[in-house]
Structures are given as C-alpha cells and as structure tokens.
C-alpha cells in the first residue's frame, strides 16, 4: 500500500509540473504575441491595426513548430487582446483572431508536409518558410482580416486592395525576420568560445549601431556601410550568422520614419521625385537667343550667326 500511494503521488507531482510548464508556456506565448503587437502598432507607418511589419506572426509560427499545434488557443488569446485592445470591437477582434490563428496553423501544417526542419540547416528549408509560411499561409490571415474591416465599416480597409496587400506583406514580414531567429535560437544552440562570443556580440552591436546611423541619425543616403558588416558576418559565423544577422538592420528599417526609408538611393519615392524635377526642368519656358531671337533649347550655348 506504501509502494502504491508513493507511486501514485509521485504521478501526481509529476502530472502537475507538466501542467506547469504548460501553462508557463501558454502565457510566454500569449504574452510575447500581445508585447510584439503592441510594437508592431507602434510604428510611425502603420494604418490603424494594420502594420507593414507584423512580428506577432512569426512568434506564432515559430511557437507552434517548436512547441506543438495544440498552443493555438494561446495564439488566438494573444490575436484576441491584441485587436481588442487596439480600438476596434470586441467581436470584429474575435474574427481577426480567427484568421491569425488559422495562418499559423496552416503555416505549420505546410511546412510538416514537406519534412521540414526548424533549424535550417538545409537551404530547402529557408526555400518552404518564405514560399509555403510566409507567402502561401499568410493569405488567411490577410483575407479574413480586411474582409472582418470592410464589414465592420472600418476605414482602415479602404482601398480593399491595398489594404489586404499591406497585412499580408507585414504578416510575410514577420514570419521572415521573427520566425527564422526564434527557430535558429531553439534548435540550435551556438558553441562559442569566449573570444567568439565577444567577436559575435561586437558585431551585432556594431551592426545595430550602423543601421540606427543610417535610418535614424540621418544617414539614410548611405546605407552602404551596413552591407560589407553583413558579408563579414556570413563569413565569420556562417549560415547561422547570415540568417540572423539581417535582423538588426531590417529592424531598424522597419521603425525608421517614412521620409528616411522613402528617400533612400533606388526606392521608388526616390526615383519618382527625380523624375518629378525631370519633368520640371522639361517644362520650363525655352531660352531666347538674344543674337537672333529664335527660340532655342536649353542646352544651346551659343546661336549661328
């Protein structure tokens, strides 16, 4: 009898610290979504709940890989606070949940289809997270949530066009810069000495301080420097540095002010105000010859006799 009760409180003990650890996890996951949201929101360009860059997708994704498809109701408890949270009501912020939820869980299921592997070593892998999570799944959640807007009369939503093409792109967003460093960080831990953690931390800390200078200290004409610090870290740390180490710079990018991001070299804001001063400069009245009086172009320097 002994035997038999120490076995079953031992069960017991053992059943409530599995519970504890899941209820712990169910928060973190929740809780994480909820505070990457708010950030996300934050954002100088994001348009009422719908943001360019939307990293509680990719904390989802990643915590159903890693942690199971049966976290799911934590996904959709964070979506739910999120939205609910954020100015809109409490059953169109149901609805979204919804669709966040399930562009999760069909992101995992895609993914499994294809034998896929949370740490990325192969390049197949990176090849089915951007094409099968981060393109093909995020439609649901793109698709439900402008349809919940346009049905809630919100203004957000219009044109409908733009609007579903802003939310897929910041849900593709988040899979791509959030998902992979959680996935990497959990599967495969680094085995750095002390010389090459200290090489490691310096280098992401000058990259963080390269890609503040460029997007916010006004150097948004020459964002050149960031790019030899990234080969530099492909060359160092290898795949795992080169998947992770965009994320300093793409975070950066993505809190920078529009003006900045807008302006630099080869953007198409960039590109259309030189075409705008183009088109002034062509419809600017021609010069008179002062000689002969003829009208001549601009670029004459000098008339015939």
């Not at 996904?75 to 939820?101: L, R, Y």
């Not at 070299?265 to 008179?288: D, I, K, L």
Request: proline share 7%; aromatic share 8%; with cysteine.
């Amino acid at each position: 009898m002994v035997g038999v009760e120490d076995m079953l409180r031992t069960s017991s003990q053992r059943t409530l610290g599995v519970r504890g650890r899941s209820l712990l996890a169910f928060a973190a996951v929740a809780g994480a979504y909820v505070g990457a949201a708010k950030l996300g929101l934050e954002l100088s360009v994001a348009h009422g709940v719908i943001t360019p860059v939307w990293p509680p997708t990719g904390i989802a994704l990643a915590a159903l890989l890693l942690l199971g498809p049966r976290y799911w109701p934590a996904v959709a408890m964070g979506a739910f606070v999120t939205n609910a949270t954020s100015g809109v009501s409490a059953d169109v912020a149901a609805a979204i949940s919804v669709g966040n939820t399930l562009a999760a869980l069909a992101g995992v299921y895609l993914l499994r289809r294809v034998d896929f592997r949370p740490s990325l070593e192969r390049v197949g892998d990176v090849l089915w997270l951007t094409l099968l999570a981060a393109f093909a799944a995020t439609t649901i959640s793109a698709t439900n949530g402008v349809t919940t807007l346009v049905l809630a009369g919100s203004p957000a939503a219009s044109p409908y066009g733009s609007a579903w093409l802003l939310w897929w792109l910041g849900d593709a967003m988040g899979v791509l810069l959030v998902a992979p460093v959680l996935l990497i960080g959990a599967t495969r831990r680094p085995k750095l000495d002390r010389k090459r953690l200290l090489e490691a931390l310096g280098l992401v800390a000058l990259l963080a301080g390269t890609s503040a200078a460029v997007f916010f200290g006004g150097g948004w004409r020459y964002p050149y420097p960031i790019f030899p610090l990234l080969v530099l870290a492909t060359l160092r740390f290898r795949t795992r540095s080169s998947r992770s180490s965009s994320s300093p710079p793409c975070a950066f990018a993505s809190s920078a002010p529009p003006s900045a991001v807008s302006s630099l070299p080869g953007s198409r804001s960039a590109a259309s105000s030189r075409a705008t001063r183009r088109s002034r400069e062509m419809r600017r009245p021609p010069r008179r010859c002062s000689r002969r009086c003829s009208v001549l172009p601009r670029s004459a320097s000098s008339c015939s006799a």
